[in-house]
């Protein structure tokens, strides 16, 4: 059983900076893969970013691709995303996800774990 908390939403203008924090719990954080979504009202909850459970290979959405970075700490039983060049169309709730297998990968119904979401809003 993996417990996550997502931490670091908030307000920010166009242009500016967040980083996402998510804490596990368990003591094998390192066999799960990680994955970042996020979901605006009205829309689906859309793939964001996702690590490998070593934290050595990484895949993002092409939305997000060379302005979010997600990078895992093994030690610190924590994921993180940090986001550049934050754009009004980045305004959602932010969730990350862990999965049974230290695999990435990029859909919502591969991930078996879920936290409870950070809102993230860009002005423009």
């Known amino acids: 059983q993996v417990q996550l908390v997502e931490s670091g939403g908030g307000l920010v203008q166009a242009g500016g900076s967040l980083r996402l924090s998510c804490a596990a719990s368990?003591?094998?954080?390192?066999?799960?893969?990680m994955g970042w979504f996020r979901q605006a009202p009205g829309k689906e909850r859309e793939f964001v970013a996702s690590?490998?459970?070593?934290?050595?290979?990484?895949y993002y959405a092409d939305s997000v691709k060379g302005r979010f970075t997600v990078s895992k700490d093994n030690a610190k039983n924590t994921v993180y995303l940090q986001m550049n060049n934050l754009k009004p169309e980045d305004t959602a709730v932010y969730y990350c996800?862990?999965?049974?297998?230290?695999?990435?990968?990029?859909?919502?119904?591969?991930?078996?774990?879920w936290g409870q979401g950070t809102q993230v809003t860009v002005s423009s």
């Open positions: 690590i490998s459970g070593s934290g050595g290979s990484t």
């Open positions: 996800a862990a999965r049974s297998d230290a695999s990435y990968y990029y859909t919502v119904e591969s991930y078996g774990y």
């Open positions: 368990g003591r094998t954080f390192s066999r799960y893969a």
